[in-house]
């Protein structure tokens, strides 16, 4: 497997243990001393944190499964890398996209020892304030993923 199908690869796995709510595979790929900026802003350091506030999130909400398009897998230097997604929800008993949890998510990935790591995740709402066009656009784009 190439690095950009590892890091590709990465994300998948960080997405689908969302998707199946499983705090630890979610945890598991990212590096003990990564950060996380989720969706409300919350400020992660620490898989163990990582861990436990996706466990709590899952015990106590109901999360919907992503939908997820990779844009870009760029390399800043050798054994680090930048991955660009755009990602959107539909809500447990609908059957379409939701703009208002659609967002932009970007992952920096480090290789140590010969494997991949989610070094950094964040989770930005892509509200595209005053910019209505944007989100349609985006919740178009996502909805070509789900068809």
């Known amino acids: 497997m190439t690095d950009e199908e590892s890091i590709r690869a990465l994300y998948r796995a960080l997405i689908d243990a969302w998707n199946a709510r499983d705090a630890v595979a ?3 790929v990212f590096a003990d001393d990564a950060n996380l900026v989720g969706f409300d802003g919350s400020q992660l350091d620490g898989r163990a944190a990582i861990e436990s506030s996706v ?4 015990e106590n909400h109901v999360v919907p499964p992503y939908i997820v398009k990779i844009r870009e897998v760029r390399f800043l230097t050798l054994g680090v890398a930048i991955l660009r997604a755009v990602a959107g929800m539909i809500p447990d008993g609908h059957t379409d996209l939701n703009p208002a949890l659609n967002a932009i998510q970007t992952l920096v990935a480090v ?19 005053g910019r209505p066009e944007l989100a349609e656009q985006l919740t178009a784009e996502l909805r070509s993923v789900t068809e």
Do not use: C, L, Q
């Open 111 to 129: 290789k140590t020892a010969g494997v991949w790591k989610a070094s950094v995740f964040h989770n930005t709402p892509a509200a595209f304030h």
């Open 26 to 28: 979610m945890s598991s």
């Open 55 to 58: 466990r709590d999130i899952f």
